[in-house]
């Protein structure tokens, strides 16, 4: 019931096109649902967050949609970059500083 | 915006020494610091999650006695890779969250571990 699923576990995107990775999950409790980039040898950086009272949250070229009813949430990058080259991981907590659950994660690669 | 520093950003050592690694809130206080190990390409472990003053909280099959964290003040938190054998040659990142209304998760630059 702890488990984040994500999928696919590696993506080649053009550069341009859109990147989409997608997350599910089991606990009910969990209520805050962030995205973090991580690139070789750094620590992961969070790049968008939401919560559950919210369908959809956009920053910038990056997306998050979240579907409750489902336990499912993704994260669209839109006009990927090569910059965007790393590896993406979703998580899940519940409220009040609990630890996060992670995604196996989904290295990415945006090709000129 | 909050900022986690973590030193070494990468250490070797030999075998059957120990090493410790440090993890700082820059400025924010961090009342819970979480310990993570990540093998490449795989995804980030937690180890334990310390509150400040209390003793840590060990997930399951992580060795408290190999693995030593101390979390004295709400800005610092280290752990210390006790006897360390090749083995424990990982990535380590630390993370922590502190009383903010958003009570987002900072991470650490993570701390490249060879043991020779």
């Known amino acids: 019931q702890q488990q984040v699923k994500q999928s696919p576990q590696s993506l080649i995107v053009q550069k341009g096109g859109i990147s989409i990775i997608n997350c599910a999950y089991e606990?009910?409790?969990?209520?805050?649902f962030p995205w973090y980039q991580q690139f070789p040898g750094k620590g992961p950086a969070l790049l968008i967050a939401?919560?559950?009272?919210?369908s959809e949250k956009k920053e910038g070229r990056f997306t998050i949609s979240f579907n409750k009813s489902a336990k499912q949430f993704s994260l669209h990058i839109m006009d990927s970059q090569p910059g965007d080259s790393a590896t993406y991981f979703c998580?899940?907590?519940?409220?009040?500083?609990?630890?996060?659950?992670f995604g196996t994660g989904t290295q990415l690669k945006v090709e000129l | 915006g909050a900022v986690v520093s973590q030193h070494p950003s990468w250490v070797i050592c030999k075998s059957g020494t120990s090493v410790k690694i440090e993890c700082r809130s820059l400025?924010?206080?961090?009342?819970?610091m979480f310990w993570y190990r990540q093998f490449p390409k795989q995804s980030l472990m937690l180890m334990a999650t310390?509150?400040?003053?209390?003793?840590?909280?060990?997930e399951q099959g992580v060795e408290k006695d190999k693995f030593l964290i101390n979390h004295a003040s709400l800005t610092l938190s280290t752990l210390t890779v006790t006897s360390a054998h090749p083995e424990d040659s990982s990535f380590y990142i630390c993370?922590?969250?502190?009383?903010?209304?958003?009570?987002?998760?900072?991470f650490g630059s993570g701390t490249r571990l060879t043991v020779v």
């Open positions: 993370s922590a969250s502190g009383r903010t209304s958003n009570y987002g998760y900072t």
């Open positions: 606990n009910t409790a969990f209520d805050y």
């Open positions: 939401i919560r559950p009272d919210v």
């Open positions: 998580a899940a907590t519940a409220r009040g500083g609990n630890k996060l659950t």
């Open positions: 400025d924010f206080q961090a009342t819970t």
């Open positions: 310390s509150n400040e003053g209390s003793k840590a909280t060990y």
